[in-house]
Structures are given as C-alpha cells and as structure tokens.
C-alpha cells in the first residue's frame, strides 16, 4: 500500500515537470513576479513628487515660501508658472502632481498677522502619489503657519520663548508601528508575489482530476484495483508538497536576500503556507471533480483564484466593503491566508490568533475535499 502512494506520487511529480508550460507557469512565474515587483517598489517610499507653483505675490515672503516648498522631503519643485491655467495645462499633461497658487498681497497680510489662504492642488487621478502629496504639504503648511503665528506674537511685544511655546502647547508625536519608514516593497512585494503563486497553485490544482479522467493510463489504474481515495489522495500529497517546494525559493529571496521583516518564526511561516497550499489545493480538486474537461475546471478555479487577493482585504480594508462581500471574503481560504501574512511579516501575532487562521484555511480544505470525494464517487 505504501509503496503505491510513493509509485504514485512520482507519477504525478513526473507528469508534472513533463507538462512544460506547467512546470514554467509554477516554477517562473511566482519567481518571476516577486523579482519584477521588488523592482518596482524598490524605491521603497515615493519621492521628488513634482510639483508647480503659480506666485501670484512675487513678495520676499512668497519667495521664502515657493523656496520652503522646494526643498520640501518628499516635494520636488519643476515648474513655476505665471497663471492658474498653465497650471491646470501642466497638471493635465502630468508633468506636475501638484500645485501651489500663492494669492496676491500674501506677503503684506502675513506681515499684518492677517489669515492668508494659499490653494493647494493635488491630482486626484493617482490616489498613490495623491495620498503622499497631501501628507507632504500637510508637513510644509504646518510648519509654515507655526512659523508665521510665532513671528506675529514677537511683533506685538511676547519673548521670542514665550511665542514658541504658545504654539506647542499640544505637541503630537507621530510613531509609525511595524513598518516605521512606511516601506512600499515591504508591504506589498511579497504579498503581490504569493498573490501569484497561489493562482498558478490553483491552476496546476484544477487538473487533479480531470487531468486523469481524459487520460488512457485511468482504466489501468482502475484495472489495478487502485481505490479512488488512495490514488487521488497520494496525487493530491505530491502536488502540495511540489506547492510548498515552490513557494520555499519566494520566502528566501524576500527574507534572506531582500531583507523583508518577518517576525515570526520560519516553522511558523511554512506550517501557516502548508495549511494554505491544502486549502488552495482543496479548491482546484473540487473544481476538476465536477468540470467536464480540462478547461472548465481551469475556469473554475480562475473565477475563484483572480479576484480573491482583491476581496482578501490587504490592499483595501474589509470593514469599508459591503457587508455581503465580507461574508464571501471570509469564506475564502486567501482572505486568512493574506491577512496572516500581515501579521508574519510585520508583527509578532502569537498562536493564539494564528491557529484561528490555520483552522479555517483547514476548514475551507475538509469541505471542498469531501465535496470533491462525493463527486469522485459518483463518477
């Protein structure tokens, strides 16, 4: 009995590495996809945000100003324009993200500690560069307006100490946790990388069964005596193993070489990704159980696989989607799967919220194999 779940599984491991379109979509394209999205990200916070400026004033103090702005971290000043329409016409061109209209007599109100209202132009169509724009003239305007308050109070006679002070009465201390530069390659890379490798898995998983079904060597097997749970359980053991196997050069390149936080321990990470792989596997073995050919049993697992990283909640919060598509969210093994990987790499979550994650990725993978195991049988 042993030594025919082992015949069994190098059978499957042989077809396949046999299968090279297969073999290239499982071994490159996960591989593939981390090298290409560490690329991407690998300026890791976005920077030199360009910027324009309509000076309206043309005063000593909007010239302090456009200087402040373009020295700005994450700003960088490339146009200074003489009307708000050639701004509008660079915004539209997408050579500027932002714009800045400093108004006429800025200089002579600041000075009479008057309120001065400078516009602030910000491109919408690029929530990404529009989030950290708005983040960055936020820190500009802030110290700006602390700096113009503290020089209208030592105009009317208070110590230079004293005007400081009134201005810092609250003083905010901002700390980012977990991922204090927040680091883009380090948020999304390895997510974006495992994203593929799971529908590649998916893909490699929906052939489990009718990949044998279309096959002459089936009524051999069948010949043989082989029962159906035996034979599809040792096929199904070779192909996660051949999963965990590929899913092992992604972590060392994002850990080892890329240098990716991970606050847990590898056994961890690995045990939590082996009880994704069955359930991810338990999906693609349902979906052949019941298609009638190869193809459908692909679609199948695909309409399952694709929009699943989306609807996971890692790049946009569960709790802002529509109550129903939470419920659909959290019956996906992806969706425990992508938020546990959150707190893998960033934090140091303990079992006790893990094993509720590895439970009902296991709970995914019991239903689907039993449902497949009940299409089996009748076929």
């Known amino acids: 009995m042993f030594r025919q779940c082992l015949a069994i599984m190098r059978r499957e491991v042989f077809y396949l590495w046999r299968d090279r379109g297969l073999r290239y979509i499982l071994f490159c394209g996960s591989l593939l996809g981390l090298l290409l999205f560490y690329a991407v990200y690998s300026a890791q916070v976005l920077k030199d945000i360009p910027t324009a400026v309509v000076d309206l004033d043309n005063s000593a103090a909007s010239r302090e100003l456009v200087d402040k702005i373009g020295k700005a971290e994450y700003l960088k000043l490339v146009a200074s324009v003489t009307s708000y329409d050639d701004l509008q016409e660079l915004i539209k061109q997408g050579k500027a993200v932002v714009g800045v209209v400093i108004p006429e007599n800025y200089g002579r109100n600041l000075a009479l500690g008057r309120q001065v209202r400078v516009l602030a132009v910000i491109d919408g169509s690029n929530m990404i560069y ?11 305007t802030r110290t700006l307006s602390a700096q113009a308050g503290v020089s209208a109070l030592v ?14 009465t609250i003083d905010i201390s901002e700390e980012a946790w977990f991922n204090p530069a927040l680091n883009y390659a380090y948020f999304l890379v390895l997510a974006l990388a495992l994203n593929i490798w799971q529908q590649c898995c998916t893909l490699a998983a929906c ?14 097997i ?9 034979f599809f359980a040792s096929k199904s053991i070779a192909q996660i193993f051949i999963f965990m196997a590929v899913v092992l050069p992604i972590y060392v390149l994002a850990f080892g070489v890329f240098k990716m936080p ?20 338990s999906i693609g073995t349902l979906a052949s159980s019941f298609a ?39 019956i996906l093994p992806q969706t425990w799967f ?12 303990g079992w006790n919220l893990m094993s509720h994650y590895i439970l009902a990725m296991l709970a995914v993978a019991a239903f689907c194999y039993g449902a497949a195991a009940i299409f089996i049988a009748r076929s």
């Open 130 to 140: 529009a989030t950290n724009a708005s983040a960055a003239l936020l820190t500009v």
């Open 155 to 168: 105009a009317r006679g208070v110590q230079l100490q004293q005007a400081k002070e009134a201005y810092q």
């Open 207 to 220: 052939l489990n069964v009718i990949g044998e079904r279309g096959m002459k060597s089936w009524l051999q």
């Open 222 to 230: 069948k010949a043989c005596g082989i029962s159906k749970f035996r």
């Open 262 to 281: 991970l606050n847990f321990s590898w056994a961890a990470l690995l045990f939590f990704t082996l009880a994704f792989a069955v359930a991810v596997h």
């Open 292 to 330: 009638h050919n190869a193809v459908n049993a692909a679609r199948f697992g695909m309409i399952i696989a694709l929009p699943s990283f989306v609807l996971s909640g890692y790049t946009w919060p569960l709790e802002a989607m529509p109550v129903y598509l939470q419920k659909i969210a959290w």
């Open 338 to 349: 992508f938020q546990g990987i959150n707190y893998f790499a960033f934090k140091n979550a």
